[in-house]
């Protein structure tokens, strides 16, 4: 339990700090022209993400399962792009572990009879 918990406040961390760095590279005035069909999609994403990580630090099975589905999206995401590039580096590592563990933790199972 306490685990999973954990896992939602480094998600929520996680997706704030991405949804942070849009909206100043927004403000700054940065050029964001080629990436602003992808960012309400993925912002959108990314706020559901904020709220199934809010109910996972709650315990409820359903952000579980959702928190579960994106971090195992994300890995996969982050190694085709890792094997696009031919270019391992220890962030895009570590994102993809983290990401499988998450998966692997949050994931609901059984109860043992």
């Known amino acids: 339990m306490k685990t999973q918990r954990i ?3 480094l998600w929520l961390a996680l997706f704030l700090l991405v949804i942070g760095i849009w ?22 994403v990314y706020l ?11 315990d409820a099975r359903w952000a579980r399962i959702a928190i579960a589905i994106m971090a195992m999206a994300i890995a996969v995401l982050a190694i085709y792009l890792m094997w696009q590039a031919r270019h391992w580096h220890p962030v895009d590592t570590c994102v993809v572990i983290f990401a499988l563990a998450s998966a ?10």
């Open 7 to 9: 896992f939602g406040i």
């Open 23 to 44: 909206l100043l590279k927004l403000v700054r005035g940065g050029d964001v022209s080629s990436d602003l069909a992808f960012h309400p999609l993925a912002g959108v």
């Open 48 to 58: 559901f993400g904020v709220i199934a990580s809010a109910f996972v630090i709650q």
């Open 104 to 113: 692997v933790v949050l994931l609901p199972r059984r109860a043992a009879a």
